[in-house]
T-cell receptor, first 114, second 113 residues
């Protein structure tokens, strides 16, 4: 079984709808991240969490919110989706004891906002 | 502030040819440097990382990268490309505090038969 899982893998929604992307991990890592990937822009950090009570905004947090329900679960919400949020979204984890911050990624969620 | 620049959004090589993907970084503190690979319809996975133990780092699938402080570079190479190497490659940097990793824009590698 995969160490980092994301659901759904694909989602098509309409402008204005609220949607939630979910991430679960079995690696036992404290740190979790949400990124979005756009062609030519690489990965941009949306939110990150170093433990259940520590949540921080990344470089592009506007229009997004997150919830860290447990050490193993980190959800990303789009309160009112808009077309420019169409992208590939990745969840990642890292071990707080690893000073290099090596990250482990889920398979991604492809989101299309019409 | 840290940053990463990958030169060339697309690189095309013939099967059996040398692969060279370029990465330059900027960091105010000694960095950790990474190459991640993304195969189609998959998440990123670690290819190799530099942690100051050795300047030449060997990774999976025959890839290696050399840290050159004077050039602030961490280029990825493979002597002989294989069709299965076709993927997108991301260079990344984190500082020695490990608080945040910055990714480059990615380089898509095409391998021609």
């Amino acid at each position: 079984d995969a160490d980092v899982t994301q659901t759904p893998r694909n989602r098509i929604t309409k402008t204005g709808k609220r949607i939630m992307l979910e991430c679960s991990q079995t690696k036992g890592h404290d740190r979790m991240y949400w990124y979005r990937q756009d062609p030519g822009l690489g990965l941009r950090l949306i939110y990150y969490s170093f433990d259940v009570k520590d949540i921080n905004k990344g470089e592009i947090s506007d229009g997004y919110s997150v919830s860290r329900q447990a050490q193993a679960k980190f959800s990303l919400s789009l309160e009112s989706a808009i077309p420019n949020q169409t992208a590939l979204y990745f969840c990642a984890t890292s071990d707080a004891g690893d000073s290099t911050d090596t990250q482990y990624f889920g398979p991604g969620t492809r989101l299309t906002v019409l | 502030a840290q940053s990463v620049t990958q030169l060339g959004s697309h690189v095309s090589v013939s099967e059996g040819a040398l692969v060279l993907l370029r990465c330059n970084y900027s960091s105010s503190v000694p960095p950790y440097l990474f190459w991640y690979v993304q195969y189609p319809n998959q998440g990123l996975q670690l290819l190799l990382k530099y942690t100051s133990a050795a300047t030449l780092v060997k990774g999976i699938n025959g890839f290696e990268a050399e840290f050159k402080k004077s050039e602030t570079s961490f280029h990825l190479t493979k002597p002989s490309a294989h069709m299965s190497d076709a993927a997108e490659y991301f260079c990344a940097v984190s500082d020695t505090g490990g608080f945040k990793t910055i990714f480059g824009a990615g380089t898509r590698l095409f391998v021609k038969a």
